[in-house]
């Protein structure tokens, strides 16, 4: 798994019932999964296409640090896709399959020119 980003539970991040907003944690599933699809792909253009298996497997609270990682990623001619988790304290509790297409000025869907590893990340990992 890669690290994407960290996120802190927020007051207004939390609901009635004193747990993290799905909506809330969703949106932010999708920023760190475009974040990543951009990076890995080196396209400027990449837009969500779905989301499946979505499974929230237990609640996030009020100062808890969320941390976002991609797993199992796939390459495609147009798409990525790969696995967005969300871990607290090293334990997984939300975990989604996205798929991300790149696209081009007009937002017609686009082949991916995909770059050498090194081309995105010159220092190394």
Request: glycine residues 10%; neutral net charge.
């Amino acid at each position: 798994m890669e690290k994407i980003m960290s996120k802190l539970c927020l007051t207004g991040d939390i609901g009635v019932n004193g747990n993290m907003y799905g909506g809330r944690l969703l949106f932010l599933m999708d920023e760190a999964a475009a974040i990543y699809a951009r990076q890995s792909t080196g396209e400027p253009a990449m837009v969500s296409r779905r989301f499946s298996g979505v499974e929230f497997t237990s609640p996030v609270k009020l100062g808890e640090i969320l941390d976002f990682y991609a797993d199992q990623p796939r390459r495609g001619t147009t798409s990525f896709s790969f696995d967005i988790v969300v871990l607290v304290k090293g334990v997984p509790r939300f975990r989604a399959n996205c798929v991300f297409v790149a696209t081009d000025e007009h937002g017609n869907k686009k082949a991916i020119d995909w770059p050498e590893e090194s081309d995105l990340y010159p220092s190394g990992r």
